[in-house]
């Protein structure tokens, strides 16, 4: 019963493909975010949505495209990738009222 | 904007001696702050928060944190620690107003020898 569960845990492809990491969240939860960890491990926000609703995008390229179909899912869409783009990306979702956000157990993406 | 300082890269301590993480924040008004663990690939999980009231909280696996508003600090703590609290520790700060999210801290390795 993973409360926040994300898809694939581990993806390696190339540079300048296109790739999608799944996000789904059984909390109950309004809100849904993702996050990068690089490679030094330092943990950054990447979006941010309410009910849907995009809340928070800070400077992120725009191959970059979250897509949220309902509140339990945040989708990230990750387009012409490269070398760069290589992390660990963590998808989280908190309830806004209540103030723990909640993580899963994050995607490798590595680009060759 | 806010900061959350994690002064050590890595704390090791030997199994059975009392633990503590440091964690230091800048931030306008009384912010929320958090506490998370990432084991070797894993998620992050939560540990424990301060909101309000007690300045020690308590959280998972017998850790806890206090609360110094006038240091600007909230350490993490443990009384005696455990080969398998080896990870990485996050110190992470939320503004309590609209949709804010997490700033964390660079992290902190911890590492118990048995």
């Known amino acids: 019963d993973t409360a926040v569960s994300q898809t694939p845990k581990y993806l390696v492809t190339q540079m300048g493909n296109d790739k999608s990491i799944k996000c789904e969240q059984n909390?109950?939860?309004?809100?849904m975010y993702w996050y990068k960890q690089d490679s030094k491990k330092f943990l950054k926000i990447m979006f941010s949505y309410n009910n849907k609703e995009l809340i928070i995008n800070e400077t992120v390229p725009n191959r970059f495209s979250p897509k949220s179909p309902d509140k339990a899912h945040l989708n990230l869409h990750i387009n012409s990738l490269e070398l760069g783009d290589s992390a660990v990306y963590f998808c989280a979702s908190s309830q806004e009222g209540r103030n723990t956000i909640y993580f899963g157990e994050g995607s490798w993406l590595t680009v060759v | 904007a806010q900061s959350v300082a994690q002064p050590e890269d890595q704390v090791n301590v030997a199994e059975g001696n009392p633990l503590t993480v440091k964690c230091t924040y800048s931030v306008s008004g009384n912010p929320y702050l958090f506490w998370y663990v990432q084991y070797p690939n894993r998620g992050l999980q939560f540990l424990l928060k301060y909101i309000t009231g007690d300045n020690l909280v308590k959280g998972s696996y017998g850790f806890e944190a206090e609360f110094n508003k006038s240091q600007t600090s909230f350490h993490l703590k443990k009384p005696s620690a455990l080969v398998s609290d080896s990870a990485l520790y996050f110190c992470?700060?939320?503004?309590?107003?609209?949709?804010?999210?997490?700033?964390f801290g660079k992290g902190t390795m911890l590492l118990v020898s048995p």
């Open positions: 992470a700060v939320r503004i309590p107003q609209g949709y804010s999210t997490l700033t």
């Open positions: 909390l109950g939860h309004d809100t």
